[in-house]
Nanobody, 126 residues
Framework: QVQLVESGGGLVQAGGSLRLSCAASGRTFYNYAMTMAWFRQAPGKEREFVAGLRWSGDSTVYADSVKGRFTISRDTAKNTLYLQMNSLKAEDTAVYYC?????????????????WGQGTLVTASS
């Protein structure tokens, strides 16, 4: 099993920044075989892909809506995934989830990830 624990959400004014963290653990977390991603779900909407990367560092993918504003990264020593969010907009308000799976590419659908964190709420007020 793989456990994922998110942190870093909160309330911020539009235009501000937040950094989310996702700590991964578990006997079956094989770093370089993993792909990890951030998804978000706004009230009344479906969960959507935000950004993802291969833990090996050879592939990074962003949703068009966050390109140039958000940056996904990882700390291999800490088994921690990050999402740096700058220039936040009101429409970025959502619960943000960390996800992981053993796969060769960065999947864009929530159905492609088996491990999920509990989510952290980000609210950008306008």
């Amino acid at each position: 099993q793989v456990q994922l624990v998110e942190s870093g959400g909160g309330l911020v004014q539009a235009g501000g920044s937040l950094r989310l963290s996702c700590a991964a653990s578990g006997r079956t977390f094989y770093n370089y075989a993993m792909t990890m991603a951030w998804f978000r779900q706004a009230p009344g909407k479906e969960r959507e892909f935000v950004a993802g990367l291969r833990w090996s560092g050879d592939s990074t993918v962003y949703a068009d809506s966050v390109k140039g504003r958000f940056t996904i990264s990882r700390d291999t020593a800490k088994n921690t995934l990050y999402l740096q969010m700058n220039s936040l907009k009101a429409e970025d308000t959502a619960v943000y989830y960390c996800a992981a799976d053993r796969r060769r590419n960065v999947g864009l659908s929530e159905r492609e990830y088996i491990y999920w964190g509990q989510g952290t709420l980000v609210t950008a007020s306008s």
